[in-house]
Nanobody
Framework: QVQLVESGGGLVQAGGSLRLSCAASGRTFSITHMGWFRQAPGKEREFVSAIRWTGSSPYYADSVKGRFTISRDNAKNTVYLQMSSLKPEDTAVYYC?????????WGQGTQVTVSV
């Protein structure tokens, strides 16, 4: 199994920045993808960004392209989400997602609140 620990959420003003981190432990040697989803109050969970564990080719939702950057540190088994030019509509609980041998794992979620 894979365990995930997220950090970095918080309260920020519109236009500000935050960096989320997600550290994986356990069966990290067979992780193929890591990424981020988010869920705003009253809405379904939605895809934000993902990256392959090897190689490049990050993926982004249209709503965050040009503002968010995903990266990884394989040595630390950690994926990051640098969020810039934040908007109130980015307010949500952000969840880390990992795919390992075709099986998906979720982090506990971290709250991001963007004030006007």
């Amino acid at each position: 199994q894979v365990q995930l620990v997220e950090s970095g959420g918080g309260l920020v003003q519109a236009g500000g920045s935050l960096r989320l981190s997600c550290a994986a432990s356990g069966r990290t040697f067979s992780i193929t993808h890591m990424g981020w989803f988010r869920q705003a109050p009253g809405k379904e969970r939605e895809f934000v960004s993902a990256i392959r564990w090897t190689g490049s080719s990050p993926y982004y939702a249209d709503s965050v392209k040009g503002r968010f950057t995903i990266s990884r540190d394989n040595a630390k088994n950690t994926v990051y989400l640098q969020m810039s030019s934040l908007k109130p509509e980015d307010t949500a609980v952000y969840y880390c997602r990992v795919i390992e041998r075709g099986r998906g794992y979720w982090g506990q979620g971290t709250q991001v609140t963007v004030s006007v």
